[in-house]
T-cell receptor
Framework: SQKIEQNSEALNIQEGKTATLTCNYTNYSPAYLQWYRQDPGRGPVFLLLIRENEKEKRKERLKVTFDTTLKQSLFHITASQPADSATYLCALERGSTLGRLYFGRGTQLTVWP | ETGVTQTPRHLVMGMTNKKSLKCEQHLGHNAMYWYKQSAKKPLELMFVYSLEERVENNSVPSRFSPECPNSSHLFLHLHTLQPEDSALYLC?????????????FGQGTRLTVV
C-alpha cells in the first residue's frame, strides 16, 4: 500500500524565513500531488496542486516542487508570517482513482515573531 | 466558508445510540466524500460517491452507513459505535471523475463516543 511521510511532525521558524516542508511517498507515483492547510478545529483548505509532469508550481509566497525520481515533494513558504502557522497536509491522487486523496499526517508549522 | 456545510459541529453519543451526520454542498460538484481524522493519524478516506453512486468503501465497519440522496447532500448514519470511533469526521466535495479539481472540505463534525 502507499505510504506517505511528511518530514517532521513540527517545524518552528522565525518570521521572515523560508519554511520548507517535505512529503515523501513510496510505491506508485501519483498523478497529482496536493498541499492543504488545516487550522485547529477546521477542515483542510486547498493550497496548490502539481501534476506528475510538472516540476514546480508557484502561487504568491508558496512554491511546490515535485520530483518523481526521488518520490518527493517540497513545499516552500517564503517570507513566512505568524499567520502562516498551521498544519500543512500533503495528499496524493492516483490517475486510476481520480478524486480519492491519500494524506500524510501533516507538519505543524509555527512561525514566531 | 468553503461552500461545504456539515452539521452538527459537535456530537456526543452513547454506544447504543443512533445518530446521523449531514453534509451539504452547493458548488455543483458531482463527487462527495467522507473522511475520518483521528488524533495523530492521517485523514482516512471512508466513502466516495460519484454522481450519487457509491464507488468506494474503504473497508469501513458496517456501523457506519453512508447515504447520498442527491448530488448536493451526503449523510453518514451511525449506530452502535465504539469509543475508538471518536474522531473528526470530514465531508468533502470535488468535480470527481473526468478531471481533477481540488477538494473542498466542510468544517467537520467532532464526534465523541462515550
Amino acid at each position: 500500500s502507499q505510504k506517505i511521510e511528511q518530514n517532521s511532525e513540527a517545524l518552528n521558524i522565525q518570521e521572515g524565513k523560508t519554511a520548507t516542508l517535505t512529503c515523501n511517498y513510496t510505491n506508485y507515483s501519483p498523478a497529482y500531488l496536493q498541499w492543504y492547510r488545516q487550522d485547529p478545529g477546521r477542515g483542510p483548505v486547498f493550497l496548490l496542486l502539481i501534476r506528475e509532469n510538472e516540476k514546480e508550481k508557484r502561487k504568491e509566497r508558496l512554491k511546490v516542487t515535485f520530483d518523481t525520481t526521488l518520490k518527493q515533494s517540497l513545499f516552500h513558504i517564503t517570507a513566512s508570517q505568524p499567520a502562516d502557522s498551521a498544519t500543512y497536509l500533503c495528499a496524493l491522487e492516483r490517475g486510476s482513482t481520480l478524486g480519492r486523496l491519500y494524506f500524510g499526517r501533516g507538519t505543524q508549522l509555527t512561525v514566531w515573531p | 466558508e468553503t461552500g461545504v456545510t456539515q452539521t452538527p459541529r459537535h456530537l456526543v453519543m452513547g454506544m447504543t445510540n443512533k445518530k446521523s451526520l449531514k453534509c451539504e454542498q452547493h458548488l455543483g460538484h458531482n463527487a462527495m466524500y467522507w473522511y475520518k481524522q483521528s488524533a495523530k493519524k492521517p485523514l482516512e478516506l471512508m466513502f466516495v460517491y460519484s454522481l450519487e453512486e457509491r464507488v468506494e468503501n474503504n473497508s469501513v465497519p458496517s456501523r457506519f452507513s453512508p447515504e447520498c440522496p442527491n448530488s448536493s447532500h451526503l449523510f453518514l448514519h451511525l449506530h452502535t459505535l465504539q469509543p475508538e470511533d471518536s474522531a473528526l469526521y470530514l465531508c468533502a466535495s470535488s468535480q470527481g471523475a473526468g478531471g481533477f479539481t481540488e477538494a473542498f472540505f466542510g468544517q467537520g463534525t467532532r464526534l465523541t463516543v462515550v
